[in-house]
């Protein structure tokens, strides 16, 4: 019976000590499981993108080749049209037009 009184007695004493305890350990408990999920949600998105990086980079140098392409296209037209400016075109172009020349008619008869 004694042995039931003194911890009946230690508990009495040690009773603010436990809550302050408990309330300690429910307070790091709540900051480290948030981290955790926190950390386990980072974790699995990089998992997610990591893998779909392979079909994100073929699809940009898809884009970029798409680009580079029609860029390539408008040079080839834009140096073309320069050339044709440059050389001329195949018709011969004429001076200035002569005047007419007054003709000669025939003498008049007498």
């Excluded at 508990?11 to 955790?36: F, T, W």
């Excluded at 680009?67 to 004429?94: H, M, P, Q």
Aim: glycine share 10%; hydrophobic share 50%.
């Amino acid at each position: 019976m004694e042995i039931l009184l003194s911890v009946w007695i230690l508990a009495e004493v040690e009773r603010p000590l436990l809550a302050v305890l408990l309330l300690v350990g429910l307070v790091i408990g709540c900051a480290v499981g948030s981290a955790y999920a926190r950390a386990r949600r980072g974790w699995n998105d990089y998992q997610t993108v990591k893998k779909s990086v392979p079909g994100a980079r073929r699809g940009a140098w898809l884009l970029i080749r798409g680009v580079a392409v029609k860029a390539g296209v408008i040079a080839l037209l834009l140096f073309g049209a320069v050339a044709y400016a440059a050389v001329g075109s195949d018709e011969e172009t004429a001076g200035p037009a002569p005047s007419p020349s007054p003709t000669q008619s025939e003498r008049p008869h007498r």
